[in-house]
């Protein structure tokens, strides 16, 4: 299984990126795809995740300015990013968790916040 995540970088305070992840080989279906975002000193936390039929969670911190979506055809899931704040900067990991088997998680995409 590969995640291939894309879409991080530099930008400046109140503006927006957006993150997408592409897998590809899972053996089964794909049940539930996420983002989660770890910054120097804390844990990996959860920023979005969306299920295939589309429950949706946020964390606290990026409801009404993160969107997350997922394209169950093509096993991709993306994350809009607007009204970015310092605090959001970090390494952004995507997660996938199959039907069956373990979990996997992509490589990380940096996002940085300059004010």
């Known amino acids: 299984v590969q995640l291939q995540a894309c879409g991080g970088g530099l930008v400046q305070a109140g503006r927006f990126l957006r993150l997408s992840c592409a897998a590809s080989g899972s053996p089964t279906v794909i049940i539930e795809m996420g983002w989660y975002r770890q910054t120097p000193g804390k844990q990996r936390e959860l920023v979005a995740s969306i299920t295939r039929g589309n429950m949706i969670d946020y964390a606290d911190s990026v409801k009404g300015r993160f969107t997350i979506s997922r394209d169950n055809a093509k096993d991709t899931v993306h994350l809009q990013m607007n009204s970015l704040k310092l605090e959001d900067t970090g390494v952004y990991y995507c997660?996938?968790?199959?039907?069956?088997?373990?979990?996997?998680w992509g490589q990380g995409t940096q996002v940085t916040v300059s004010s």
């Open positions: 997660k996938i968790y199959p039907l069956v088997g373990p979990d996997y």
